[in-house]
């Protein structure tokens, strides 16, 4: 008999439209939580040859979309945080890239995975390797939240010996 797997929980916000404008705060984990990107020294964030494909992935993101901006990010041994703006499109595109969060993320972690497994002729991180499932996301609301999260995003690495994603 064959066993049923359990449903995905969908962690998306019910009924709500990720391609919108609006500010997204992304939190993408690294599988098993290794720190796979560098690591922090006297609360400042190390980057690994590893870490600086992320990096330089994550500034490309800009150009894959002409509404999307990264307005702060910080990248962790084993963890990313960043804020995604979603603008309002001026113009319209003939040939349109899907523009929503879930397919902005997927692309980044795609590109991060084929460019480390290049580098480093790794197959195995080529089968996606890297990755934790998903990620979360927290749709930004008000200026509030927005400059409380843009400090926790500064300052993650001056908390990162307690940081629920350290692993010590």
């Known amino acids: 008999m064959k066993k049923e797997l359990p449903k995905r ?10 391609s919108q404008a609006g500010y997204y705060f992304i939190t993408i984990c690294v599988k098993d ?16 040859e590893c870490g600086e494909i ?10 894959h979309y002409d509404n999307v901006k990264i307005d702060k ?13 979603i603008f309002s499109p001026e113009r319209i595109n003939p040939f349109p890239t899907k523009v ?10 795609a590109g991060v995975t084929r460019t480390v497994g290049n580098a480093f002729m790794r197959s195995d991180i080529m ?9 979360h996301d927290h749709i930004i609301r008000d200026e509030e939240e927005y400059k409380y999260i843009w400090k926790y995003i ?12 350290c692993v010590v």
Request: aromatic residues 12%; negative net charge.
């Open 9 to 18: 929980k969908n962690i998306r916000l019910k009924g709500y439209d990720y």
């Open 33 to 48: 939580k290794m720190d796979f990107f560098g690591e922090v020294l006297n609360g400042k964030v190390c980057l690994n």
């Open 54 to 63: 992320a990096e330089n992935e994550l500034i490309k993101i800009p150009t």
């Open 73 to 85: 990010f910080i990248i962790m041994p084993n963890h990313i945080h960043m804020i995604i703006v």
């Open 100 to 109: 929503d969060i879930p397919n902005i993320v997927g692309k980044y972690k």
């Open 127 to 135: 089968r996606n390797e890297i990755w934790q499932k998903s990620f």
């Open 154 to 165: 500064d300052e993650n690495p001056l908390n990162w010996e307690s940081d629920e994603y």
